[in-house]
């Protein structure tokens, strides 16, 4: 699906399979055309509203701590879902309604299916995805997470950029809403930090 993480399309989405050949549970990544976002650095869980007047809307961020986690090595990616930070992750996907306020304000003319304005989004790009996740930052005062140049191509953050950051130049350090990795992504979607294990699917369960 389609979330955000402190807020990410093709989005990353898990999923849970067998593998047939040994029998053994198989975590996966797959590419899906549907977005989520992620909340950096939060400590607290609430809604986040962004737009104005008639095209204002909400996103529900749930937090993600536990930064001492140890990592799954039993799925895909292995190992996978180590974060030592706390950050938020949005509670729900990312709906039409949501992207057509944000086209209406921010121009942003992206594209997705039309099942309905309470439905998440679907079909939509990484990179549109990206241009999201930029309007929420620049909309509410903060650094866009993604750097793109005048003819919309996708560019990584260099050196003389303000908020580059070396150890991940497609992420702006001083955004705050950006699309999930892979392991902050697998620790929301699996990690029990009761008891300190991975779950076979994302509902808390195997």
Not at 150 to 169: E, I, K, S, V, Y
């Amino acid at each position: 699906d389609w979330r955000m993480l402190n807020s990410r399309v093709p989005l990353y989405s898990f999923s849970s399979s067998t593998d047939r050949k040994n029998g053994k549970r198989m975590k996966t990544i797959t590419n899906v055309t549907s977005l989520s976002l992620l909340l950096c650095c939060a400590a607290s869980a609430r809604a986040d509203t962004f737009g104005s007047g008639a095209n204002a809307f909400d996103i529900v961020f749930v937090p993600v701590g536990n930064v001492e986690n140890r990592a799954d090595t039993t799925g895909d990616p292995n190992p996978g879902g180590k974060v030592e930070y706390v950050f938020r992750m949005g509670k729900y996907e990312i709906s039409e309604d949501m992207i057509d306020k944000a086209n209406a304000l921010g121009g942003l003319g992206i594209i997705h299916d039309n099942r309905g304005a309470n439905k998440p989004a679907t079909s939509v790009t990484w990179f549109d995805a990206a241009q999201f996740v930029n309007w929420l930052n620049t909309s509410t005062g903060h650094m866009p997470a993604y750097k793109f140049d005048d003819n919309g191509h996708f560019q990584l953050w260099q050196a003389a950029d303000a908020g580059f950051d070396p150890n991940n130049r497609c992420r702006n350090k001083q955004s705050r809403y950006v699309l999930p990795s892979a392991d902050e992504w697998y620790k929301a979607a699996y990690y029990d930090p009761i008891n300190d294990l991975y779950y076979h699917y994302p509902t808390g369960s195997n």
